[in-house]
């Protein structure tokens, strides 16, 4: 990272997640890291609309196409 603190392009939803999390410095020599169980915690209901959006394709398809 710059002096203006922007980041690279794919960075910036990792910078969301990050600042979901506990509140420590996440930044570590120009990458984003956090606990693989922070990011599960905090991407919860993403997962969770994704599992319910199957489940209705798919329903969908056994429906339109018998």
């Known amino acids: 990272m ?3 603190h922007t980041e ?3 960075r910036c939803s990792m ?3 990050a600042t979901m999390g506990d509140g420590e410095p996440v930044m570590s020599e ?3 890291e956090c ?3 922070e990011l599960q915690r905090v991407t919860w209901p993403q997962r969770l609309i994704q599992q ?3 489940r209705l394709n798919s329903v969908a398809i056994r429906f339109v196409y018998g």
Do not use: F, H, P, Q
């Open 35 to 37: 606990s693989a169980e």
């Open 2 to 4: 710059d002096d203006t």
């Open 8 to 10: 690279s392009c794919g």
């Open 30 to 32: 120009n990458r984003i």
């Open 52 to 54: 319910l959006s199957r």
């Open 15 to 17: 910078s969301v997640v």
